[in-house]
């Protein structure tokens, strides 16, 4: 059961920041502090190795120190540096080019839908949800690349693959 709330928890988080940053073009600080906090918990409960933790730990490290210098230069906001780093110590060093694969293929092809809807779809037919996003600009809400590539490194990660075979999934569905 706690391994279903783990895999659960870490998989709404990436939703809900993607969700957050559409509609407000920010990601909660907390959340990138919650990935951080509770990833050595939950992989000292699953029985990982402190070398394992600090291995995971020195890929969101490397993410961060990237990440800070895409931010100095204007590429990313702050929400998307502080947020790509705690993904990457759940993802870890092995699920890490997974990652970072989907993150830049999702967030390409996110730019591109962005600079085309803004420019040819009218402002007055976008719902208001997306009018912070969309119509406002000039930002891109990137965690809805970094929630897609969160995704899909899962099976590049051990650890998080770890948490999906323990899962048993048919006691989630009612009866």
């Known amino acids: 059961m706690l391994f279903s709330?783990?895999?659960?928890?870490?998989?709404?988080?990436?939703?809900?920041?993607?969700?957050?940053?559409i509609a407000s073009m920010t990601?909660?600080?907390?959340?990138?502090?919650a990935y951080i906090v509770s990833f050595p918990v939950a992989a000292l409960f699953m029985g990982a190795s402190l070398q394992s933790i600090g291995w995971h730990?020195?890929?969101?490290?490397?993410?961060?120190?990237?990440?800070f210098g895409l931010?100095?230069?204007g590429v990313f906001g702050g929400g998307d540096a502080k947020l790509i780093p705690a993904v990457m110590v759940w993802v870890g060093p092995d699920g890490a080019l997974a990652f970072v694969f989907a993150l830049a293929l999702s967030g390409g092809l996110l730019a591109l839908l962005f600079i085309?809807?803004?420019?040819?779809?009218p402002?007055?037919?976008?719902?208001?949800?997306?009018?912070r996003s969309v119509v406002e600009g000039p930002g891109i809400p990137y965690a809805v690349a970094i929630a897609f590539g969160g995704f899909w490194a899962?099976?590049?990660?051990?650890f998080l693959?770890?948490?999906?075979?323990f899962t048993n999934f048919s006691s989630l569905t009612m009866p």
């Open 116 to 121: 085309l809807s803004r420019r040819f779809v």
């Open 57 to 67: 730990f020195a890929a969101g490290g490397i993410a961060l120190v990237i990440c």
């Open 27 to 33: 990601i909660p600080n907390w959340l990138s502090v």
């Open 161 to 165: 693959c770890e948490l999906l075979l």
């Open 123 to 131: 402002a007055t037919v976008v719902p208001g949800f997306l009018h």
């Open 71 to 73: 931010f100095a230069a």
């Open 154 to 158: 899962i099976p590049a990660s051990p």
């Open 5 to 21: 709330l783990l895999i659960l928890l870490f998989c709404a988080g990436l939703v809900f920041a993607a969700f957050h940053d």
